[in-house]
């Protein structure tokens, strides 16, 4: 330890601390807007700086170690004076568009300028490169993540954070030097053209709000404020330990009624569990895993089983490695399966008989850490069971937006039956290796063994980034992946097919605690309070076991059968594919004609693109005949427990195309593709019925 004075203050810090750790400890406010506690810091944008005694010129006291005997002054008037200029010159390049700023409220530049009475007194200066157009600075094309690089100040937390100190992605990327300097994609492409995973960690750490989750909290408003229909929100476990953060309460408070009374003042009518989804993909995937550990069927699929929870990493499977495709568990995730079950089953039928007979269907919003959610949520054969994905930080935004005072609500609120029941299993699914040690807390029973371990894996737990691995009786080893980079390393050679028999992977670490979605924090140990929030959830939970849950037994009793039964495959599973490849193509034309969305089929197809319906209807030709039949000629679309649609025959195989449609024909497709279009699209789509 060693001890220095920081504007007068005496204070002790580890060595290795900096001024800026040093000022932190003695209460000092220094500002930063390049600073990020997990990332490395390269003191760019010069706001710290700090005098420290005997140093011919002001140091950057994010980057300057301290050092014993160190005299540091903080708040001099030259100090002031520059920080004031630096922020003038940031004010040049920023628009005006506080107002409309997604993170308006939350932006670290709008606070110091606030805060300090900044003024701007120069010039507009138009950002990016004159010699360079193609460095385009708004991109919308993303499901997930939205990008308004005229807001950027090159901090470069975004590049580390997608780069080799974080996600190890490298979608993002410096281009330019001096005041053309911008954060771009590779190649300049659209975010949704590149090989990013939606992870969102690069809206995280943005200060400003160069970088957000694609906003979807104005059209939630709008819908609950017109009062036209039957609203249902689901809330994932990270938001509930962690929605507090955004309202000055302490990291890691549990806030679960507070948030449920904030849901039911906004306007729902139904607030959910996503946990109950939890314990569902619990009794899937472990029942999943014993499949494939016995080889129960014709054509097993491989081991190890990799779990699907997390969007980002599927994501990079279909992305990256499509062969491990086989390998990724078909359950849908927890968010998926509580909007198949709100949207399909008894619950909608017993909102009334509009419903009951698909003439109209509840609106579904979840809320969730994740921005990888907006983009699970359309996904072919998964959109239209979620309405809206918001992340914690936007229902935070919606709570403030509507005078309500977070912290003085009573902490009473309970979820509404029959979706919101759960057990400790599911809330543990919030951390890396929850997914893991709550499928095996169910699969371990399954098996009847008595020398099954305590509930408890702790060699699972933790929030440091990498591989953990453990060995559990009766089963067979297992490993965490805590970050989509752990996995990428593991998967690096070929002994994990070999070592394990299953593989969780969360593509952010910490999990969903960390996920791109939950509120921005600069304490370097919030993930630690988040997790121990989640665990002493489960700790003092009624029931810890997934298969515990009596509503989730109820349900499969009435709706389901049993895990993995026709009914739980069809409500429960999902399909996959590679990107770029024929068969996605066909997976998202499908679910266009499903949905009667002739438009979006249409931007699928090339102008003069052909199908062969093998139908009355015959052969159509050209894109905008295909777009007619789909929204004038094929039958009403049915909504709710009456909507059926296409599903894949095959859930992995990159070249099968058999599809079992929505009236349970078996049929197959040959799809011809012109891959000179960017990105692809059909030419001629052929339908084959099989014979019965």
């Known amino acids: 330890m060693i001890t220095l004075t920081v504007n007068g203050r005496s204070v002790v810090v580890q060595e290795g601390a900096t001024c ?22 390269h003191a760019v944008c010069r706001m710290c700086l700090v005098h420290v005694a005997g140093q011919p010129r002001p140091l950057p006291a994010c980057i300057t170690p301290a050092r014993a005997g160190d005299v540091v002054e ?31 409220g939350s932006c670290r530049l709008q606070s110091l300028v606030s ?28 499901p997930s993540i939205w990008r308004d690089l005229s807001k950027c100040i090159e901090c470069g937390l975004c590049v580390e954070a997608c780069g080799a100190s974080g996600q190890q992605q490298y979608v993002i990327g410096f281009a330019e030097r001096g005041s053309g300097r911008l954060p771009v994609t590779v190649f300049d492409h659209t975010l949704a053209n590149t090989q990013c995973i939606s992870c969102g960690q690069c809206t995280l750490v943005c200060p400003v709000g160069a970088l957000v989750e694609t906003p979807h909290w104005h059209a939630v408003l709008q819908v609950l404020d017109a009062h036209e229909r039957v609203c249902v929100v689901q809330v994932a476990p990270a938001t509930r330990v962690a929605i507090s953060e955004e309202f000055g309460m302490e990291a890691g408070t549990v806030s679960t009624g507070k948030m449920i009374n904030a849901l039911r003042q906004l306007g729902f009518d139904y607030v959910f569990d996503t946990n109950f989804g939890a314990d569902l993909t619990v009794m899937e995937e472990a029942s999943e895993l014993l499949d494939r550990i016995n080889g129960r069927e014709a054509s097993t699929p491989p081991l190890p089983l990799l779990t699907s929870c997390c969007p980002g990493w599927v994501n990079w499977v279909e992305i990256n490695r499509p062969d491990l495709l086989p390998h990724l568990s078909t359950t ?23 419903f009951a007979e698909g003439r109209a269907e509840p609106c579904v919003v979840s809320v969730m850490p994740c921005t990888a959610k907006k983009d699970e949520a359309a996904r072919p054969g998964l959109s239209g069971d979620v309405d809206h994905v918001l992340t914690t930080r936007e229902l935070a935004r919606m ?44 699969a371990v029973h399954f098996l009847g063994r008595p020398d099954a371990p305590a509930l408890e894996w702790q060699p699972l737990r933790g929030i440091g980034p990498g591989i953990k691995t453990a060995q559990i009786a009766g089963l067979g080893t297992v ?51 988040r997790m121990r929030a989640i665990y002493e959830l489960d700790k003092h939970a009624a029931r810890r076991g997934a298969h515990e849950n009596r509503a989730v037994q109820t349900w499969y009793a009435a709706e389901l059968q049993q895990p993995r039964a026709a009914q739980a495959r069809a409500l429960l599973h999902t399909s996959y594919a590679a990107r770029n490849s024929t068969r996605l193509l066909l997976m998202q034309f499908l679910d266009c004609v499903d949905r ?71 049929c197959s497709f040959s799809v011809e593709v012109d891959r000179s279009q960017s990105p692809m699209v059909i030419t001629r789509l052929v339908r084959i019925l099989h014979q019965a």
């Open 332 to 354: 849908r995730s927890p968010q998926q399966m509580h909007g198949a079950l709100t949207k399909r089953s008894a619950f909608a039928r017993g909102l009334g008989p509009a």
């Open 596 to 666: 009667r969305d002739g438009a979006q089929a249409a931007a699928l197809l090339h102008p003069d693109a052909s199908w062969s319906t093998a139908s009355l209807f015959g052969d159509m030709h050209g894109a905008s005949a295909i777009q007619a039949l789909i929204d004038t000629q094929l039958p009403a679309r049915k909504y709710g427990p009456a909507f059926a649609r296409h599903r894949m025959l095959s859930a992995a195989d990159m070249h099968d195309l058999a599809v079992i449609t929505p009236t349970g024909e078996l």
């Open 20 to 41: 800026l750790d040093a000022a932190r400890e003695a209460g000092v406010h220094v500002p930063t807007l390049c600073y990020y506690p997990r990332l490395p810091t």
């Open 399 to 442: 709570i403030k937006s509507r005078g309500i005072a977070f912290p003085a609500l009573a902490d009473d609120g309970a979820f509404d039956d029959p979706l919101g029941e759960s057990t400790g299993a599911a809330q543990i699914f919030a951390a890396s290796g929850g997914v893991m040690e709550a499928m095996l807390r169910s």
């Open 74 to 104: 903080t708040g001099s008037s030259d100090l002031l004076a520059f920080r004031a200029m630096d922020a003038q010159w940031l004010l040049a390049r920023h628009p005006d568009d506080c107002p409309r700023c997604e993170v308006n």
């Open 115 to 142: 805060e300090n009475q900044w003024l701007a007194r120069w010039e507009k200066s138009p950002r990016g490169s004159v010699a360079h157009p193609e460095h385009r600075l708004i991109d919308h094309t993303s």
């Open 479 to 529: 490993a965490i992946c805590n970050g989509i980079a752990a996995a990428q390393q593991l998967l690096q050679t070929p002994d994990w097919r070999e070592q394990f028999v299953a593989i969780e992977v969360m593509a952010c670490v910490g999990g969903c605690l960390g996920g791109g979605g939950e509120p921005k924090s600069l304490d370097p140990l919030v993930l630690d309070k």
